[in-house]
């Protein structure tokens, strides 16, 4: 993963004012906690690039070269993240000629000091394995690969500014401006940018009104315009966290995205942005299997896979012991890799931190795939490209040998589980009822097929043709 002499491979090449690049850096909810949702991967626009900052494997991306961005952008196996909405709502918003590219550099739980400059790695010694192996992505000096990264992208384009998500490993830390504020300047002075001519923005973290732990951090982050003029704050307000206090949802990162564009789209004169993405909870499918899926039998459910578990087939209510793991197990592994997605559904709200997880190796205490439905009841997780977070680094899912497939939770209250099963069919376009031709005469909110409110149903004539979602139906616009 070393940068050593990519740059001088390279060759020249006049940079094309055309290509705006930024650069992006922070933490955890920069570099995406919540599942990429199918949603997520349509319609990406090809002018909207990202330049790998780490290898991956699936699919390829080097170090240093740039790819149509596609989640997840950060590393390998990480989440949805504000930039995936920020550069569509950028390009949406510039002209035809013009092409955006994000550098992220992002680690879950660093600290403000972690992308200094100066950061010692010789100090990383006492650190947790997880966080060590983060770290190593970036061969424990992630400015430096920011930096090559950065000189890289200068030789092809124009930095325009930094977006920042970072504080909650900083609550309460009075000196974070100033820190930030050096980070800043060293950035400018090692990559010869005028401050005039680069903005950064900084995102609020989780806010204390939406049930936050680092909400207090807020007020600290807003002063920092007052340190570093050019700096603007992004809101985040009304933005709805995943359970845990720290992460927002997948939709709360995709409205947080679209508030970076429109705060970086305004320090360019453009004050009243096309912003597609509704800040509306989007629709939310209600999927059924269909002939050729593969359904996980409610009647082979064993509750008892880890710790001694209950499950009342008549109501689909699973009582996990303390700790404990219930769903399907087979001594020889199913092959799932012929489907695109797999769909868990509980019969209502989580209240417990239930975990899906979906293991590949016979032994229950090898890492598996893992997803939360903190606080909701579905999850739609597409099998190609499934990863397991091991402290050795981030490794794709053997979707082709699945021996477990189940339920974790704390064992302190019920889960009530609806469905499970694989699917080669998208659940957020067809898991609706066949196509009407016209809307009941009731009034209903109107979805497109990325789950964007667009209206109500009584606005239908004002919508251009297409296919849209109300009422639990597909209506046809003609």
């Known amino acids: 993963m070393a940068m050593t002499g990519m740059c001088a491979v390279m060759?020249?090449?006049?940079?094309?004012?055309?290509?705006?690049?930024?650069?992006?850096?922070?933490?955890?909810?920069?570099?995406?906690?919540?599942?990429?949702?199918?949603?997520?991967?349509?319609?990406?626009?090809?002018?909207?690039?990202?330049?790998?900052?780490?290898?991956?494997?699936?699919?390829?991306?080097?170090i240093g070269e740039w790819y149509t961005a596609t989640p997840p952008l950060v590393r390998q196996g990480t989440g949805l993240t504000p930039m995936d909405y920020f550069g569509r709502t950028m390009v949406a918003n510039l002209p035809e000629n013009v092409t955006v590219g994000v550098i992220p550099v992002a680690i879950g739980g660093c600290k403000i000091e972690h992308l200094d400059k100066d950061f010692d790695p010789a100090t990383l010694e006492g650190e947790a394995d997880w966080f060590k192996g983060y770290m190593r992505e970036y061969d424990n000096a992630p400015y430096a690969r920011l930096m090559a990264c950065a000189k890289i992208a200068q030789k092809q384009g124009v930095i325009k500014g930094i977006l920042l998500h970072q504080g909650e490993s900083n609550n309460g830390d009075n000196a974070w401006p100033s820190k930030v504020k050096k980070i800043y300047e060293d950035i400018l002075a090692d990559l010869g940018m005028s401050e005039l001519s680069v903005p950064l923005l900084a995102g609020e973290v989780v806010t204390t009104d939406e049930g936050g732990a680092c909400g207090g951090m807020n007020p600290i982050i807003n002063r920092l315009p007052s340190t570093l003029p050019v700096a603007r704050v992004v809101t985040a307000a009304n933005l709805p966290q995943k359970g845990d206090r720290l992460h927002f949802t997948a939709h709360g990162y995709r409205v947080l995205g679209c508030r970076y564009a429109t705060e970086m789209l305004a320090t360019m004169g453009i004050t009243d942005p096309k912003v597609d993405y509704s800040e509306e909870i989007p629709f939310v499918p209600t999927p059924k299997p269909s002939e050729g899926d593969f359904v996980f039998d409610l009647k082979h459910f064993n509750p008892r896979i880890w710790e001694e578990g209950t499950f009342d087939i008549s109501t689909g209510v699973f009582q996990a012991g303390k700790y404990g793991f219930g769903g399907w197990q087979y001594d020889r592994p199913i092959d799932l890799s012929g489907y695109k997605y797999i769909v868990a559904e509980l019969g209502e709200d989580d209240c417990d931190g239930v975990v899906f997880k979906v293991f590949d190796t016979a032994s229950y205490w090898e890492t598996p795939y893992e997803s939360k439905f903190s606080g909701g009841s579905l999850i739609v997780a597409e099998l190609d490209g499934m990863m397991k977070n091991l402290d050795s680094g981030i490794k794709p899912l053997n979707t082709s040998q699945v021996y477990r497939v189940g339920f974790?939770?704390?064992?302190?209250?019920?889960?009530?589980?609806?469905?499970?099963?694989?699917?080669?069919?998208?659940?957020?376009?067809?898991?609706?009822?066949?196509?009407?031709?016209?809307?009941?005469?009731?009034?209903?909110?109107?979805?497109?097929?990325?789950?964007?409110?667009?209206?109500?149903?009584?606005?239908?004539?004002?919508?251009?043709?297409?296919?849209?979602?109300?009422?639990?139906?597909?209506?046809?616009?003609?």
């Not at 909810?29 to 919540?34: C, T």
């Not at 031709?437 to 667009?454: C, F, I, M, P, Q």
């Open 408 to 478: 974790w939770g704390y064992g302190n209250k019920p889960t009530n589980i609806r469905q499970v099963f694989a699917t080669n069919n998208n659940p957020y376009t067809s898991g609706v009822d066949a196509v009407g031709e016209d809307a009941e005469n009731v009034s209903h909110e109107v979805y497109d097929l990325h789950g964007r409110l667009v209206g109500h149903s009584a606005e239908l004539d004002s919508l251009p043709a297409g296919i849209y979602i109300s009422g639990g139906r597909k209506i046809a616009v003609k």
């Open 11 to 62: 060759t020249a090449q006049t940079p094309d004012p055309n290509f705006h690049i930024y650069l992006c850096i922070g933490q955890s909810n920069m570099e995406g906690n919540a599942p990429v949702e199918p949603v997520d991967r349509i319609d990406v626009p090809e002018r909207f690039k990202v330049m790998a900052t780490a290898d991956f494997t699936g699919p390829v991306r080097k």
